[in-house]
T-cell receptor
């Protein structure tokens, strides 16, 4: 089983749509969970940390289910500028980050 | 807003040559990292560094690689004898704490080995 697994997409959605990404991780000892955004040939940029209680930042909502080792990201009211690759990231037993392969999102007008 | 910076943005080198990639982490951060991303693949951890020593390194980080914090601001990655398969984007990251703290990435250095 891959350490962090994501659907690669692409997800093609119209502006204004709601889209959800899912991710599973294999190491039950992981303590920290993040969503990063990566534009083509750019660095990963932290979108949000993910907490057990779930958290929301504007149009973005992240959820964590430790029992199922499952993380989700919901984007409401998609904008053209949301087009990017969304990376599910967890830490291992230490502070090294383990990245998924990413889910590509394309928002069209 | 403080950010991680990296130089050069693109480095082209011949196989067997040494390269040094440079990073200036966020100024009050204490934990530093190097990651790499081969084109079309996922981001992979190389090494973490804290208190002037390596905390952890991956299998990729073999004897050809080394890291150094030569002064109070720079953090460098040296590849002693580059191979074709070292061609990748190299990202530096820094964090205010280890463990669960968030890591912030620099813009990367694209290394091309010919």
């Amino acid at each position: 089983r891959k350490e962090v697994e994501q659907d690669p997409g692409p997800f093609n959605v119209p502006e204004g749509a709601t889209v959800a990404f899912n991710c599973t991780y294999s190491n039950s000892a992981s303590q920290s969970f993040f969503w990063y955004r990566q534009d083509c040939r750019k660095e990963p940029k932290l979108l949000m940390s993910v907490y057990s209680s779930g958290n929301e930042d504007g149009r973005f909502t992240a959820q964590l289910n430790r029992a199922s080792q499952y993380i989700s990201l919901l984007i409401r009211d998609s904008k053209l500028s949301d087009s990017a690759t969304y990376l599910c990231v967890v830490n291992g037993d230490t502070d090294k980050l383990i990245f998924g392969t990413g889910t590509r999102l394309q928002v069209f007008p | 807003e403080p950010e991680v910076t990296q130089t050069p943005s693109h480095q082209v080198t011949q196989m067997g040559q040494e390269v040094i990639l440079r990073c200036v982490p966020i100024s009050n951060h204490l934990y530093f990292y190097w990651y790499r991303q081969i084109l079309g693949q996922k981001v992979e951890f190389l090494v973490s560094f804290y208190n002037n020593e390596i905390s952890e390194k991956s299998e990729i980080f073999d004897d050809q690689f080394s890291v150094e914090r030569p002064d109070g601001s720079n953090f460098t990655l040296k590849i002693r004898s580059t191979k074709l398969e070292d061609s990748a984007m190299y990202f530096c990251a820094s964090s205010g704490g280890g463990g669960t703290y968030e890591q912030y990435f620099g813009p990367g250095t694209r290394l091309t080995v010919t």
